[in-house]
């Protein structure tokens, strides 16, 4: 194992989840839901995993097929307009 590239991806998106929508909403569920705390854990995290997972497959298959410039520049145009939609329903 890579403890550089374990610690890079690790940091790299427990900050990025830091206060998502996914934060966001594990939080409320896990307020509404005052006697299923561990269901709630339990299912966020593995719809986590399972979203890291699907997201680590399609890398891979992605990335013998197109190049890291090109996935980065439709990843950060993707960001764009997510950001630009949030905004506008705001």
């Known amino acids: 194992m890579d403890l550089k590239v374990f610690f890079t991806v690790f940091a790299t998106v427990f900050l990025a989840e830091l206060g998502d929508k ?3 909403a594990t939080l409320l569920y896990s307020c509404k839901n005052a006697n299923a705390k561990l269901t709630v854990f339990i299912a966020a995290s593995l719809a986590l995993t399972l ?3 699907i997201a680590v497959m399609a890398g891979s298959f992605l990335s013998g097929r197109i190049s890291q410039k090109h996935l980065s520049l439709a990843a950060g145009t993707g960001f764009i307009i997510i950001g630009i939609w949030t905004l506008a329903r705001a």
């Open 22 to 24: 996914t934060q966001l």
């Open 51 to 53: 979203a890291a997972g």
